[in-house]
């Protein structure tokens, strides 16, 4: 079936600089995504989200970059601090405006900022 | 605004038996979804209610049901229960379009 999946499952960065997780999905239809981070012990967090008719979305330190040509994701996290460590999830969302919708999540990827 | 919640939060049960789970949404979210979180599987999504109806379905087995009430609080309940579903789970509430909101989740141990 279908499927969002993640590149790395771990990624390390040095404190103050900048973090790059990546996502592949391979549903053609898919038209929303999102990202979450998920801290241990608790549920996913909502960061950023994207529609497939942008490339480019910025939020608070975060930047989320679609190409749809190759099925690809992108999350970039500036100037990554402690509090960044958690595991990232990409998710796309099949179905259209006010239809039944679901969630496809990525395996993750651990992001762990080091001192 | 508060966010979603769930209750419990931590739960241990036996095979065979059966468990309930409760998720209150956002207020004036009348979306919620469940999904089953585990190390092996990952996040997955059960099922999806909207204004007390299911709109969609995960591909999960008959003995995960679901339902929303009026308010649209949400339960899912898993009948006999059995090891493999010791899991994490998650209710999701959103408007009913795009961005779901997670909550902290319950601790589902099975024994």
Redesign the interface.
Known sequence: GESVGLHLPTLSVQEGDNSIINCAYSNSASD?F?W?KQES??????II?IRSNMDKRQGQRVTVLLNKTVKHLSLQIAATQPGDSAVY?C?E?V?S????????????TQLTVLP | KAGVTQTPRYLIKTRGQQVTLSCSPISGHRSVSWYQQTPGQGLQFLFEYFSETQRNKGNFPGRFSGRQFSNSRSEMNVSTLELGDSALYLCASSTGEETQYFGPGTRLLVL
């Open positions: 929303y999102i979450y012990g608790k549920g996913p967090q909502f989200d999830f998710a969302n179905g405006s006010g239809s039944a919708r679901q969630l496809t999540f990525g395996s993750g």
